[in-house]
T-cell receptor
Framework: KQEVTQIPAALSVPEGENLVLNCSFTDSAIYNLQWFRQDPGKGLTSLLLIQSSQREQTSGRLNASLDKSSGRSTLYIAASQPGDSATYLCAVLRSARQLTFGSGTQLTVLP | DVKVTQSSRYLVKRTGEKVFLECVQDMDHENMFWYRQDPGLGLRLIYFSYDVKMKEKGDIPEGYSVSREKKERFSLILESASTNQTSMYLC?????????FGPGTRLTVT
């Protein structure tokens, strides 16, 4: 059974810092990996999608990498801002388009 | 832009009531999903549908049923609501790969 782990569960950084969020998964037979952002009480917003054949994806200040063989993905946020404060979730796509989610990292960027 | 909408943002129901949560997507996606999200447990898949009138159980289907009569609409039904079904319910749809989520419905069962 696929398990997805995100460490740390919570992270607090000063504004302007570069930071890395980690995601690991137990079964490397995945179709893709998706990173989401969730603001309190809201739905999920898709940030980046990495196909299983890709190594990384970039969008603005965000860069996500994927190493299938080691079962790891990282989300790099450059020059963090208070508006980046949210919970970040990673999810891996298993069969039949079903996602398995990690528990998330709650990020706080202090002004 | 893909849009997934859910019928209510907040809902309060009494134990034993029948509850309908509705989800509509506007991108002609074949696959639709219902999740619940609870602190410490993350997102868990309740049911999904890959076509009209087709449904598959997810990881936690007990106490729930679903209906998909039209491609754009996927309903989650709590036949007899219980307090342990108090949760955030999230609907999602997917085209080829990427999943798009609705804003969520916070359901409280008293």
């Amino acid at each position: 059974k696929q398990e997805v782990t995100q460490i740390p569960a919570a992270l607090s950084v000063p504004e302007g810092e570069n930071l890395v969020l980690n995601c690991s998964f137990t079964d490397s037979a995945i179709y893709n990996l998706q990173w989401f952002r969730q603001d309190p009480g809201k739905g999920l917003t898709s940030l980046l999608l990495i196909q299983s054949s890709q190594r990384e994806q970039t969008s603005g200040r965000l860069n996500a990498s994927l190493d299938k063989s080691s079962g790891r993905s990282t989300l790099y946020i450059a020059a963090s801002q208070p508006g980046d404060s949210a919970t970040y979730l990673c999810a891996v796509l298993r069969s039949a388009r079903q996602l398995t989610f990690g528990s998330g990292t709650q990020l706080t960027v202090l002004p | 832009d893909v849009k997934v909408t859910q019928s209510s943002r907040y809902l309060v129901k009494r134990t034993g009531e029948k509850v309908f949560l509705e989800c509509v997507q506007d991108m002609d996606h074949e696959n639709m999903f219902w999740y619940r999200q609870d602190p410490g447990l993350g997102l868990r898949l309740i049911y999904f549908s890959y076509d009209v009138k087709m449904k598959e159980k997810g990881d936690i289907p007990e106490g729930y049923s679903v209906s998909r009569e039209k491609k754009e609409r996927f309903s989650l039904i709590l036949e007899s609501a219980s307090t342990n079904q108090t949760s955030m319910y999230l609907c999602a749809s997917t085209g080829f790969y990427e999943q798009y989520f609705g804003p969520g419905t916070r359901l409280t069962v008293t």
